[in-house]
Protein backbone atom coordinates (compact mmCIF):
# COMPACT_ATOMS: atom_id res chain seq x y z
CA UNK A 1 0.00 0.00 0.00
CA UNK A 2 1.52 3.55 -0.81
CA UNK A 3 1.08 6.40 1.14
CA UNK A 4 -1.11 8.01 -1.65
CA UNK A 5 -3.50 5.02 -1.15
CA UNK A 6 -3.42 5.39 2.86
CA UNK A 7 -4.08 9.29 2.47
CA UNK A 8 -7.33 8.28 0.49
CA UNK A 9 -8.18 5.11 2.86
CA UNK A 10 -7.76 7.53 5.69
CA UNK A 11 -9.84 10.32 4.34
CA UNK A 12 -12.52 8.27 3.33
CA UNK A 13 -13.03 6.85 6.63
CA UNK A 14 -12.91 10.04 8.48
CA UNK A 15 -15.57 11.08 5.99
CA UNK A 16 -17.16 8.11 6.77
CA UNK A 17 -17.24 8.89 10.68
CA UNK A 18 -18.21 12.40 10.03
CA UNK A 19 -21.14 11.95 8.50
CA UNK A 20 -22.04 9.22 11.29
CA UNK A 21 -21.34 11.57 13.78
CA UNK A 22 -23.58 14.16 12.11
CA UNK A 23 -26.50 12.10 11.16
CA UNK A 24 -25.88 10.98 15.21
CA UNK A 25 -26.15 14.48 16.01
CA UNK A 26 -28.93 15.42 13.96
CA UNK A 27 -31.02 12.25 15.38
CA UNK A 28 -31.23 13.73 18.92
CA UNK A 29 -31.80 17.05 17.92
CA UNK A 30 -35.19 18.29 18.32
CA UNK A 31 -37.22 18.70 14.88
CA UNK A 32 -36.31 21.87 13.12
CA UNK A 33 -39.24 23.50 13.10
CA UNK A 34 -42.69 24.11 15.41
CA UNK A 35 -45.20 21.27 14.92
CA UNK A 36 -48.02 20.14 16.23
CA UNK A 37 -48.31 16.63 18.34
CA UNK A 38 -48.82 15.14 14.80
CA UNK A 39 -46.16 16.76 12.80
CA UNK A 40 -47.43 19.40 11.23
CA UNK A 41 -46.04 22.56 10.94
CA UNK A 42 -47.83 26.09 11.59
CA UNK A 43 -50.60 24.34 12.88
CA UNK A 44 -51.98 23.41 9.47
CA UNK A 45 -51.83 26.97 8.36
CA UNK A 46 -50.54 27.04 4.38
CA UNK A 47 -47.15 29.24 4.49
CA UNK A 48 -47.35 30.29 1.05
CA UNK A 49 -51.07 32.14 1.91
CA UNK A 50 -49.27 34.55 3.92
CA UNK A 51 -47.09 36.29 1.19
CA UNK A 52 -49.77 35.19 -1.72
CA UNK A 53 -53.15 36.36 0.05
CA UNK A 54 -51.62 38.52 2.79
CA UNK A 55 -53.53 36.05 5.63
CA UNK A 56 -52.98 33.28 6.84
CA UNK A 57 -55.06 30.64 5.53
CA UNK A 58 -55.96 26.35 6.49
CA UNK A 59 -54.20 24.36 4.56
CA UNK A 60 -54.95 20.61 3.41
CA UNK A 61 -53.90 17.39 4.23
CA UNK A 62 -54.27 16.81 0.56
CA UNK A 63 -51.99 19.22 -0.30
CA UNK A 64 -49.34 18.56 1.82
CA UNK A 65 -45.24 18.47 1.59
CA UNK A 66 -42.86 17.02 3.97
CA UNK A 67 -39.90 19.25 4.76
CA UNK A 68 -37.33 19.50 8.00
CA UNK A 69 -38.84 17.29 9.66
CA UNK A 70 -42.18 18.51 9.60
CA UNK A 71 -45.61 18.06 7.57
CA UNK A 72 -46.44 21.36 5.57
CA UNK A 73 -49.97 21.73 4.52
CA UNK A 74 -51.32 24.33 1.81
CA UNK A 75 -54.75 25.05 0.18
CA UNK A 76 -53.79 24.55 -3.17
CA UNK A 77 -51.38 22.29 -5.13
CA UNK A 78 -50.24 25.75 -6.48
CA UNK A 79 -49.15 26.13 -3.05
CA UNK A 80 -47.75 23.38 -2.28
CA UNK A 81 -45.47 23.37 -5.61
CA UNK A 82 -44.18 26.85 -4.83
CA UNK A 83 -43.14 25.65 -1.40
CA UNK A 84 -41.46 22.60 -2.98
CA UNK A 85 -39.61 24.74 -4.87
CA UNK A 86 -38.25 27.33 -2.68
CA UNK A 87 -39.17 26.39 1.15
CA UNK A 88 -36.85 29.29 3.05
CA UNK A 89 -38.59 31.55 0.85
CA UNK A 90 -42.05 30.64 2.64
CA UNK A 91 -41.23 29.18 6.35
CA UNK A 92 -41.47 31.25 8.95
CA UNK A 93 -38.16 32.33 11.01
CA UNK A 94 -36.83 30.59 14.22
CA UNK A 95 -38.40 27.32 13.21
CA UNK A 96 -41.58 28.87 13.36
CA UNK A 97 -40.95 29.29 17.21
CA UNK A 98 -42.22 32.90 18.56
CA UNK A 99 -39.78 35.24 17.24
CA UNK A 100 -39.90 37.48 20.28
CA UNK A 101 -39.54 35.02 22.63
CA UNK A 102 -36.41 33.34 20.61
CA UNK A 103 -35.49 37.78 20.61
CA UNK A 104 -35.64 37.50 24.67
CA UNK A 105 -33.88 33.48 24.90
CA UNK A 106 -36.25 31.16 24.80
CA UNK A 107 -38.60 29.32 22.76
CA UNK A 108 -42.14 29.71 22.00
CA UNK A 109 -45.20 28.08 19.90
CA UNK A 110 -46.88 30.28 18.01
CA UNK A 111 -50.63 31.45 17.15
CA UNK A 112 -50.48 31.58 13.05
CA UNK A 113 -52.92 34.98 13.22
CA UNK A 114 -49.99 36.50 14.70
CA UNK A 115 -47.75 37.14 12.26
CA UNK A 116 -45.43 39.47 10.10
CA UNK A 117 -43.62 39.61 7.04
CA UNK A 118 -40.23 41.74 7.51
CA UNK A 119 -38.27 42.37 4.67
CA UNK A 120 -39.58 39.20 2.52
CA UNK A 121 -39.50 36.94 5.65
CA UNK A 122 -42.56 35.61 7.58
CA UNK A 123 -42.14 35.67 11.33
CA UNK A 124 -44.67 34.16 13.59
CA UNK A 125 -45.22 35.57 17.52
CA UNK A 126 -46.87 33.48 20.62
CA UNK A 127 -50.38 35.49 20.37
CA UNK A 128 -51.43 38.94 19.26
CA UNK A 129 -50.48 40.62 22.79
CA UNK A 130 -46.93 39.23 22.27
CA UNK A 131 -47.29 40.67 18.77
CA UNK A 132 -47.94 44.05 19.83
CA UNK A 133 -45.23 43.91 21.92
CA UNK A 134 -43.22 42.65 18.59
CA UNK A 135 -44.01 45.76 16.82
CA UNK A 136 -42.49 47.87 19.42
CA UNK A 137 -39.24 46.98 17.88
CA UNK A 138 -39.14 44.91 14.92
CA UNK A 139 -35.71 45.42 13.54
CA UNK A 140 -34.39 45.14 17.40
CA UNK A 141 -36.01 42.08 18.14
CA UNK A 142 -34.99 40.75 14.97
CA UNK A 143 -31.31 41.75 15.37
CA UNK A 144 -30.96 39.96 19.35
CA UNK A 145 -32.92 37.03 17.67
CA UNK A 146 -30.66 36.39 14.44
CA UNK A 147 -28.09 36.68 17.52
CA UNK A 148 -29.52 33.82 20.30
CA UNK A 149 -31.08 31.65 17.39
CA UNK A 150 -28.40 29.08 17.25
CA UNK A 151 -28.33 28.98 21.02
CA UNK A 152 -31.92 28.98 21.44
CA UNK A 153 -32.54 26.35 18.39
CA UNK A 154 -31.01 23.38 20.97
CA UNK A 155 -33.20 24.04 23.67
CA UNK A 156 -36.48 22.22 24.47
CA UNK A 157 -40.11 24.37 24.33
CA UNK A 158 -41.08 24.76 27.92
Given amino acids: ?13 TSETTTETTL ?13 PAGVAIDGTDAVAYFTEG ?4 GSPEFSYDWQGATWQFSSADHRDRFQANPEAYAPQYGGYCAWAVSQGYKAPTDPTAWSIVEGKLYLNYDRRIQQRWEKDIPGFIALAND ?10 P
Avoid: C, G
Fill in 1 to 13: MTSETTSETTSET
Fill in 24 to 36: AAEADRPPAYFTT
Fill in 55 to 58: KPRA
Fill in 148 to 157: LWTQVMEMEV
